[in-house]
Antibody
Framework: EVQLVESGGGLVKPGGSLRLSCAASGFTFSKYTMNWVRQVPGKGLEWVSSISGSSTHIYYTDSVKGRFTISRDNAQNSLYLQMNSLRAEDTAVYYC??????????????WGQGTLVTVSS | EIVLTQSPATLSLSPGERATLSCRASQSISTFLAWYQQKPGQAPRLLIYDTSNRATGVPARFSGSGSGTDFTLTISSLEPEDFAVYYCQQRTNWPFTFGGGTKVEIK
């Protein structure tokens, strides 16, 4: 069974940093593009970042470029999101999401349970 | 950035009725559109990808259609477990974007 378990969320002050982790199991991690998608509680979904299986291709949404860094450790079956210079508008549930297929990038499934990041003074 | 506009925002229907949800793209996205279902307190789940392909385990009552800029998700006969929020998403261009969602609620 595919499992994605996020950790690392919490309360942080504006300008602070946080590192999210996602532990993956039940599939060949290195063969899949992995993603972070966030959701403000009660609101819609926003794609944040993607990283290819070999870390060759990395993409970010404009609002986090220069502040967030996605990375992965295929030996540890883990995905990370380093978040620096956090802003109130980064407050959201962050989901770790696998690409649905190995071949085509951009369809998201399955999803982890999410970890809440709250940026507030 | 490609903007996806979903309508209506809320759909009030009874079990057994047919649900028709719309997603319109700000520019052509060919058939690179997916639909997700999200129930309260849960993560989203992929239902349909590439406009009309059902993801593994998705019941046949869910179907998708469209191309270019106009897309539709149809639930042929609503089951109690189908009342949820539905999002469309495109993967034609980075950044990948989602629509604002349609809530299907019990009438």
């Amino acid at each position: 069974e595919v499992q994605l378990v996020e950790s690392g969320g919490g309360l942080v002050k504006p300008g602070g940093s946080l590192r999210l982790s996602c532990a993956a199991s039940g599939f060949t991690f290195s063969k899949y593009t992995m993603n972070w998608v966030r959701q403000v509680p009660g609101k819609g979904l926003e794609w944040v970042s993607s990283i290819s299986g070999s870390s060759t291709h990395i993409y970010y949404t404009d609002s986090v470029k220069g502040r967030f860094t996605i990375s992965r450790d295929n030996a540890q079956n883990s995905l990370y999101l380093q978040m620096n210079s956090l802003r109130a508008e980064d407050t959201a549930v962050y989901y770790c999401v696998r690409d649905y297929q190995q071949v085509y990038v951009g369809w998201f499934d399955p999803w982890g349970q999410g970890t809440l990041v709250t940026v507030s003074s | 950035e490609i903007v996806l506009t979903q309508s209506p925002a809320t759909l009030s229907l009874s079990p057994g009725e047919r649900a028709t949800l719309s997603c319109r793209a700000s520019q052509s996205i060919s058939t690179f559109l997916a639909w997700y279902q999200q129930k309260p307190g849960q993560a989203p789940r992929l239902l349909i990808y590439d406009t009309s392909n059902r993801a593994t385990g998705v019941p046949a009552r869910f179907s998708g259609s469209g191309s270019g800029t106009d897309f539709t998700l149809t639930i042929s006969s609503l089951e109690p477990e189908d009342f949820a929020v539905y999002y469309c998403q495109q993967r034609t261009n980075w950044p990948f974007t989602f629509g604002g969602g349609t809530k299907v609620e019990i009438k």
